[in-house]
C-alpha cells in the first residue's frame, strides 16, 4: 500500500510540475515580438547602467553601447572601456558601435573633443 501512495505522489507531483511549465511556455509565446524584444532591451539598458553605477561601463557614446556588455568585443565580464581607449589613442581597441556612434554624433560629453578619434579605425 505504502509503494501505491509514494508512486502516485510522484505521478501527481510529476503532472503538477509538467502543468506549471506547459503554462510558463504558453505565457512566454503569447508575448508580442515587440513587447518581448522591449523587455529584453530594457533589461539590457538596466545592466549597463547598474555596470555604469559600478565603475566598470565607461562608454563613448550616449545611449552606451552593448557591443561591449555583450562580450563581442575585446573585454568581458560586461565592461566598455572605450572612451578610455580614446583618451590613451588606442582607436583600434575601440569598439565598432562606439566608432559608429561617434561618427553620428553620438559622443556623450559636452565637449566633443574627447570623443576624436586620432585616426581612422576601421569597423
Known amino acids: 500500500m505504502n509503494r501505491k501512495i509514494t508512486f502516485l505522489s510522484l505521478f501527481l507531483f510529476a503532472l503538477v510540475t509538467a502543468f506549471f511549465v506547459a503554462s510558463i511556455s504558453e505565457a512566454e509565446r503569447a ?11 530594457g533589461e539590457l539598458s538596466l545592466a549597463i547602467d547598474d555596470a ?30 572605450c572612451d578610455e581607449m580614446i583618451a590613451n589613442g588606442e582607436d583600434d581597441k575601440v569598439c565598432p558601435q562606439c566608432v559608429r556612434g ?22
Open 52 to 81: 555604469t553605477l559600478d565603475e566598470r561601463y565607461s562608454c563613448c557614446i550616449d545611449p552606451p553601447c552593448t557591443m561591449c556588455y555583450m562580450g563581442s568585443w575585446i573585454w568581458d565580464d560586461g565592461i566598455c572601456r
Open 31 to 41: 508575448e508580442s515580438f515587440e513587447d518581448r524584444r522591449s523587455r529584453i532591451l
Open 102 to 123: 561617434l561618427e553620428e554624433g553620438q559622443c556623450k560629453y559636452a565637449n566633443k573633443s574627447i570623443c576624436e578619434l586620432n585616426r581612422e579605425v576601421t569597423s
